[in-house]
């Protein structure tokens, strides 16, 4: 059995903003993460907050069949894992301002998560994971991130 791993990317906020930017400004991480984990899934989740329209909208222009659900604050959409939601994810996750486009990504398999990413690309979940797997993950995130298994 593997250890659970969670993982933040060290962050910082321009003046007047929330959104959280890794320190170096820098999403390297995040395409062999994805390249890593899209394989061991068979269906994506992705998050937005509601009043993240246009990534909304560009999310509903790929033209799959996906579920979308929504509350007063969040929209979810999820779908089987087909080509060009995975090129979405992997060629297309900045926006026009460089920053990270969805709150939250999860990568399941047979209805269990085996990547999750939150906060817009800084705070990691991996359940289960083997030797190989930290690995990977050592050797992709910044060297000063926060890694804690259990």
Known sequence: MGKN???HIPTYTK?????PKP???NYDYWVPLINYYLPKSDTIEIHCWNEEIEIIREIKCLNINMLEMQDEKI????????????????NKN???N???KWFTVNLIYDGVTVFHLGHWGTEFFVPNAK???ILLIKNVIPPESNLHKY
Do not use: H, P
């Open 15 to 19: 003046i007047n903003s929330t959104f």
């Open 94 to 96: 900045l926006d026009q």
């Open 98 to 100: 460089d920053n990270f």
């Open 131 to 133: 030797e190989r797997d």
């Open 5 to 7: 791993l969670v993982f």
């Open 23 to 25: 320190r170096n400004d």
């Open 75 to 90: 929209t979810i959409f999820k779908a089987k894992k087909i080509c060009t939601l995975s090129d979405y994810l992997l």
